[in-house]
């Protein structure tokens, strides 16, 4: 079984920076895309950033130019590294993967458990 776990969440002053890391076990043959959402108190569910297996990224509008997605396929893992935090990027961070387990196996989503990221003002 696939297991994804992220790391490195806490509690930042504003304009501080925390390095988001998710791992990412078990029975994996290939990944494509890999991103980060992140689930704010009160609001929806948004995407933060994604990256592809080649390394093309995308954004969400709020943290371009402050977060940068990174990954290594050597380890089966993908980096957030935010920065110029402010008290809006506050929320539950979830790593997600599309991942195969086999040669002929079809492509599936797993997700991590999240992580709490706390920015005070």
């Known amino acids: 079984q696939v297991q994804l776990v992220e790391s490195g969440g806490g509690l930042v002053q504003a304009g501080g920076s925390l390095r988001l890391s998710c791992a990412a076990s078990?029975?994996?043959?290939?990944?494509?895309?890999m991103g980060w959402d992140r689930q704010a108190p009160g609001k929806q569910r948004e995407l933060v950033a994604s990256?592809?297996?080649?390394?093309?990224?995308t954004y969400a509008d709020s943290v371009k130019g402050r977060f940068a997605i990174s990954r290594d396929n050597t380890k089966n893992a993908m980096y957030l590294q935010m920065n110029n935090l402010k008290p809006e990027d506050t929320g539950v961070y979830y790593c997600?993967?599309?991942?195969?387990?086999?040669?002929?196996?079809?492509?599936?989503?797993?997700w991590g458990q999240g992580i709490q990221v706390t920015v005070s003002s």
């Open positions: 078990g029975k994996i043959f290939n990944i494509g895309v």
């Open positions: 997600y993967a599309d991942i195969k387990d086999g040669i002929y196996a079809t492509w599936q989503v797993f």
């Open positions: 990256i592809t297996s080649a390394g093309s990224t």
